[in-house]
Every structure is written in structure tokens, then in C-alpha cells.
């Protein structure tokens, strides 16, 4: 059932001379996903003919490889069921978090009312298996509410260490805080959600499964088509010669 979208907000200021441009870490809480690692930032612009200071707000990317083996950024979130309206939620955030650096307080913590519809029920998934990995089944994209898609995710499987039962796990990106520890930058805390993203994600690479080993027959079908093809091709020429 869809409902209008309430944001709401962590924000906590930062002095650091080792990142003099970092003003603040912030979080958001959005339907039933948690969103951390926001930054904000003060850069210089040229506004008006005067260089002045503005703050943005830079939401967490995950660092990959593209096809040509070069280092590349994308958004682990990427807000709105299309392009328009995740630049109008991306700036409706961008702005409540920028907000929230006005009080005096070094964390505040600000909620607003949105026009965006979320259905925090729905979960979707598009996983794809990773057969050269021995720890990771799948990995892809979750889809939530109608208004977020979050990647990458790993499929996993995992082992209860007292009975020993195999159950599937699902991971989100993860970070390392200064004491070694890892925490997820995006998860889902609403009861029941992670379960799902496991059942849908499930789904998804169960169906991408069956049909890598369908075009796989058929790859293999027409390969062993197009040899036969050449053996009877190849008999038909010896035969020929064997004629003149």
C-alpha cells in the first residue's frame, strides 16, 4: 500500500584538519532502509562574478572496474522510479540534510513531510550468479519502495554454527570504521525487510540461473550443429575428389 514518504535525518558536524573541506556526516531513514556515509562538503563556486563557499551533499559511491580495466565511481542508491523524479528527491534530501547544519547543536536530527509515494512493501530484485566465486552466489540490485535502487548486493551462503543448517544471507556494501569494523552504508531495518531482499533476491537468481543454462544448451546445440555441418561438408568435398 503506497503512503506519502517521511524523510528523516542524522546530521553531525566535523572539524578536521586532516579534511578541512568535510563539514558534516549525516544519515537518512527512508521507508525501511537506512542510508549512512553521507558527506557534506564546502566547495568554492563562481556565482555572480565573486568565488563563494557552498555546501553539497555527496551521497556514497561504490569504487569498481569497468570493461577497459579503469577505476570508476557509481551511486550505491540511485533514487526515483526514473531520472526526473530521483534529481527532484536527491535535491528534496540534499536539502534537509543542508538544513539540518544551521542549528548550533553538533547532531541534529530533522524529519520532513514528502509529496513522493513509497511502498514500503515492495521489494524487487534482478540477481545474477557469479559461478567463479566460491563465496558469493549471486550479486545485482534491490529495488525498493518504488523509489530506490541499491547496488551492489552479494548473495551469500552461510552456515548456523550450532546446527550446522545452510541458510542464504543477503550483504550490502560495506565499509571499514577506524577500529577495524565493518558496517553496511545502506540496510534495511524495518522488521522483515532484510528477509525479504534474501527471498526476492532468491527468486531472481534462481530465474537468471535457468536461463544462463538454457543459452548455454543452445550455444552448445548450435555449436555441435555447425561442426556436424562442416564434417558433412568436408566428407561431401572428399568424396568429390576421390570421384574425379
Not at 544519515?27 to 568565488?51: A, P, W
Not at 551521497?59 to 551511486?75: C, I, M, R, S, W
Given at each position: ?206 530465474k537468471n540461473q535457468e536461463q544462463l543454462n538454457e543459452d548455454s544448451k543452445d550455444e552448445k546445440e548450435e555449436k555441435s550443429t555447425k561442426k556436424n555441418s562442416n564434417k558433412k561438408k568436408k566428407q561431401k568435398e572428399e568424396q568429390e575428389d576421390a570421384e574425379l
Amino acid at each position: 500500500m503506497k503512503e506519502k514518504l517521511k524523510l528523516e535525518a542524522q546530521v553531525t558536524k566535523v572539524e578536521s584538519e586532516k579534511a578541512p573541506d568535510l563539514k558534516a556526516l549525516a544519515s537518512i531513514q527512508l521507508g525501511g532502509f537506512r542510508i549512512n556515509n553521507i558527506r557534506v562538503v564546502e566547495r568554492e563556486t563562481l556565482k555572480h562574478g565573486d568565488i563563494r563557499p557552498i555546501k553539497k551533499v555527496l551521497f556514497p559511491l561504490h569504487k569498481g572496474v569497468n570493461a577497459d580495466g579503469e577505476t570508476e565511481y557509481k551511486d550505491i542508491v540511485t533514487f526515483g522510479k526514473d531520472e526526473e523524479q530521483g534529481k527532484k528527491l536527491r535535491n528534496v534530501i540534499s536539502n534537509m540534510i543542508i538544513k539540518g547544519l544551521e542549528g548550533e547543536e553538533r547532531t541534529t536530527k530533522i524529519s520532513k513531510e514528502t509529496d513522493f509515494e513509497i511502498d514500503k512493501d515492495f521489494v524487487s530484485a534482478y540477481i545474477n550468479p557469479t559461478p567463479n566465486s566460491e563465496k558469493i552466489l549471486g550479486a545485482g540490485t534491490v529495488y525498493y519502495g518504488g523509489l530506490i535502487s541499491i547496488k551492489p548486493v552479494y548473495l551469500k551462503e552461510a552456515i548456523n554454527s550450532t546446527t550446522n543448517e545452510k541458510f542464504n544471507v543477503i550483504n550490502f556494501e560495506t565499509r571499514v570504521n577506524k577500529d577495524n569494523e565493518y558496517s553496511e552504508v545502506v540496510y534495511p531495518n524495518q522488521e522483515g525487510l532484510r528477509k525479504k531482499c534474501v527471498e526476492e533476491s532468491m527468486k531472481s537468481l534462481k530465474k537468471n540461473q535457468e536461463q544462463l543454462n538454457e543459452d548455454s544448451k543452445d550455444e552448445k546445440e548450435e555449436k555441435s550443429t555447425k561442426k556436424n555441418s562442416n564434417k558433412k561438408k568436408k566428407q561431401k568435398e572428399e568424396q568429390e575428389d576421390a570421384e574425379l
